[in-house]
Structure formats: structure tokens, C-alpha cells
């Protein structure tokens, strides 16, 4: 099989190839204690947190979905742990790609990417080790990189707080050639709908030029007033604290046009066909319940060039 050459400069070029997570080996429902964000704690004191094999059929579904679309869709290997949201195991920005620092009970998954690597020759960069980051928490656009993260205290109180100051710092010098912009986000590690896991899950650039984001979400109203000032208001899109805590704003483009979206956000799926997006619907309503959807089950390893 021909190797990809790695290339990811924004979050809507035409995606080429894509790493997608597995339900395969993810096993029965942690423990209460194992439970990394308040979503999967929810569901776990409620029974209700999803089997192995419902979450395989439903990444199956959407890779084939994918393929379809002539994405080409590679999965990380078998490990017999969950792997389910790749998204945060590692990123690729412009030809580099990144592994990422996560939080320690999840770093094993990191060695599903090895066959991957081994057959697509190209530089892989380490950060250092006061750096974590998630690549949940990180958005390639064009010229900017933006950034979800947490400041001391609540780094390291919360543990849902995954990307650090240090990483907006990290990430400045090593892409000097693009403007970083860190967003400090609100964390909870008991309530849903007041946590903002990573960026995506308050936030989505799309790639006619809109956004849909909840701004309570986000620690300063500065950083929302930074972000706002780059769209205009007929092209922004408020997210309720629900939304966030459905991951309504987790979506995937496919291209500038194309959007991959959950089949029940009928709100959100009517206003992006409004602004003139294809809607592609898919259904990870089981696997939403461990607090990720359609952008953290993926890793995108190439978009087509801009010119």
C-alpha cells in the first residue's frame, strides 16, 4: 500500500487519510474511579455506558461511511485497551507528526500507532516532557494554531484538564511560521454540561468561513472576544451548555463543503445546511456516552495541500 506523506495544514481541506479508533478490546464499563471526564462517570453510576460491541459497530459504520467517500481509513493496532478516541494520541500539523503527552493511564494507547508509522516514513517530533497536550485541545487553521488549555490551579486539579500552558508556549516555537492563539478553558470533573473537555468540544471552525462555539465554555471573555473578532456575527453559531455536553460541536469535515455530523443534532445539521453544507450524518450515540465523538475518534494524517 502506497505511504501517506503526512499533511495537515487546517481542519477542512479535502481529508485523504485518516486514523480512526476501534471498539475492538475496549472491554466492559471502568470503574467509577477509572473514568477519565464526568460524561463516562455519568454513565457508569447510571448503567448505561456503552458495550464493545455497540461502539465497534458504530466506528465500523462510520469508516466505512468514510471509505465511501474515498477517505482512506486506517485503524490502530489491536491491543486489547481502549482505543477508541485516537484524536488524542497523536496530531499531525502541516508535515509533522506530533505524539502527543496525555494523561498517564492513557499512554499505552500510543503503541497502536507503531505499524502506522513503521510504513509511512516521516518525522515524528516528541514534546518535552513539562509539555502535555491532547490533540483534542489543538486546531491547525490556516496560519494560526489554536489551542485549548488549562492554567495552574485547575491543570493540575482537574483531570480533565489535558493541554497545559506550556504546550501553547511549545507549540509557538516549534510552528514559528504560525500565529498560536491559547484558549483557556472551563473544567469540572463532576458536572457535564460546565466542563469543556478539550477545544472541540466547545468550538468548530468550519470551512466556509463559520463557527459554532459556546462561549461558556471557554475561562475568559477575552478569549471569546478574540475569537469572535474573525468571523462575523450572521456566521457564528451559539452552542447551549447542552450542546457541548452532547459533543455537538465534535464534528469532522470532510472538505471546505462537507461536514460529518451526529444524525440526531437536527438543530445544529439544519443551520450548517443553512450557511450551504453537505450534512453527513452518522450515528455514535452509543460511543458519544464516554465523552468523545466524531473528531476525537479520529486523527487525520492528510488533507489535501492548499495551493
Not at 120 to 137: F, W
Request: aromatic share 6%.
Amino acid at each position: 500500500m502506497k505511504p501517506i506523506k503526512w499533511n495537515i495544514e487546517d481542519e477542512w481541506q479535502p481529508l485523504e487519510a485518516v486514523m480512526m479508533g476501534i471498539g475492538a478490546g475496549m472491554g466492559p464499563a471502568p470503574a467509577l474511579n477509572e473514568t477519565y471526564d464526568p460524561l463516562s462517570l455519568r454513565h457508569v453510576q447510571a448503567g448505561t455506558y456503552p458495550t464493545e460491541e455497540a461502539v465497534k459497530e458504530e466506528l465500523d459504520a462510520f469508516a466505512e461511511t468514510l471509505e465511501q467517500r474515498g477517505v482512506r481509513v486506517l485503524r490502530p493496532d489491536a491491543l486489547g485497551i481502549n482505543q477508541v478516541f485516537t484524536r488524542d494520541i497523536g496530531m499531525v500539523i502541516d508535515d509533522l507528526f506530533i505524539m502527543t503527552h496525555m494523561v498517564e493511564d492513557r499512554e499505552l494507547e500510543q503503541k497502536g500507532l507503531e505499524s502506522m508509522l513503521n510504513r509511512n516514513p516521516g518525522r515524528v517530533i516528541y514534546p518535552p516532557k513539562q509539555v502535555r497536550l491532547e490533540g483534542g485541545d489543538i486546531m491547525p487553521m490556516k496560519n494560526e494554531i489554536w489551542v485549548g488549555y488549562a492554567k495552574e490551579p485547575d491543570f493540575t486539579t482537574f483531570t480533565t484538564a489535558r493541554t497545559n500552558e506550556a504546550a501553547v508556549e511549545w507549540l509557538a516555537e516549534t510552528f514559528p511560521n504560525r500565529r498560536v492563539r491559547g484558549f483557556e478553558l472551563k473544567k469540572s470533573d463532576a458536572i457535564p454540561k460546565e466542563n469543556a473537555l478539550h477545544l472541540d468540544c466547545c468550538l468548530a471552525a468550519l470551512g466556509r468561513g463559520h463557527l459554532m462555539i459556546h462561549a461558556a465554555g471557554f475561562k475568559n471573555p477575552e478569549d471569546i472576544e478574540d475569537v469572535r473578532a474573525s468571523y462575523s456575527e450572521d456566521r457564528i453559531f451559539e452552542m447551549t451548555a447542552e450542546d457541548m455536553k452532547d459533543m455537538k460541536c465534535n464534528v469532522l469535515s470532510l472538505s471546505p463543503d462537507a461536514v460529518v455530523s451526529g444524525s440526531s443534532f437536527h438543530r445544529t445539521n439544519a443551520q450548517m445546511r443553512s450557511w450551504g453544507y453537505e450534512i453527513i450524518e452518522v450515528n455514535l450515540s452509543e460511543t458519544s456516552k464516554m465523552g468523545g465523538l466524531l473528531r476525537c475518534s479520529t486523527l487525520p494524517l492528510r488533507r489535501t495541500p492548499n495551493e
